[in-house]
């Protein structure tokens, strides 16, 4: 099996939401900074089964964990 390289476009999609761009900006505009010591798939703005998918990701260290990890840094870097 060849390993995947999954977009944040791809990620959002999984998760059940806006995919494009400009959302995804936005998302991420409106939900950092995330405090250090709060895990990403514990964050108050998910809802159940998104924290469930993002936390099975990272668990598992499956495919897509890698654009999981990009999140949670996106989500912690300083807000501009």
């Not at 939401?17 to 900074?33: E, G, M, N, Q, R």
Request: aromatic share 8%; proline share 6%.
């Amino acid at each position: 099996m060849s390993p995947s390289y999954h977009q944040f476009c791809e990620l959002f999609a999984q998760l059940g939401l806006p995919s494009d761009v400009k959302d995804i900006a936005a998302f991420i505009k409106s939900h950092t900074p995330l405090n250090s010591a709060t895990r990403l798939e514990d964050a108050g703005f998910w809802t159940p089964a998104q924290a469930a998918l993002l936390r099975d990701e990272l668990v598992h260290d499956a495919d897509w964990s890698e654009v999981v990890d990009q999140l949670n840094l996106a989500l912690r870097a300083p807000t501009r």
